[in-house]
């Protein structure tokens, strides 16, 4: 997919308006986050980007109560960390 785009004063910016058929294909909308970047060939380049969640975001996710049915299974003992039972 290829167009040509004029940029435009929107406020104190300039602007980039991206049709909608681009956004659709890239599953972006209005509100979403991209990153922009001038290459050697000085192409600029708008990707998009999906913020990765924190340790503490993912650990959220996790059901409060969890319970381990079964002891684990490490497998035979074997050099310094032997266990005695």
């Not at 192409?43 to 998009?48: N, R």
């Not at 409060?64 to 032997?82: A, N, P, S, V």
Request: negative net charge; contains cysteine.
């Amino acid at each position: 997919m290829e167009t040509t785009l004029r940029l435009a004063t929107w406020g104190g910016s300039t602007a980039l308006r991206i049709p909608k058929n681009f956004l659709k294909q890239l599953n972006l909308t209005d509100k979403s986050t991209v990153k922009i970047k001038i290459t050697r060939n000085n192409e600029l380049v708008v990707i998009p980007y999906e913020r990765r969640m924190t340790i503490q975001e993912r650990f959220a996710m996790y059901p409060t109560e969890y319970q381990i049915e079964d002891e684990l299974d490490w497998g035979e003992d074997i050099g310094e960390e032997k266990i005695c039972d």
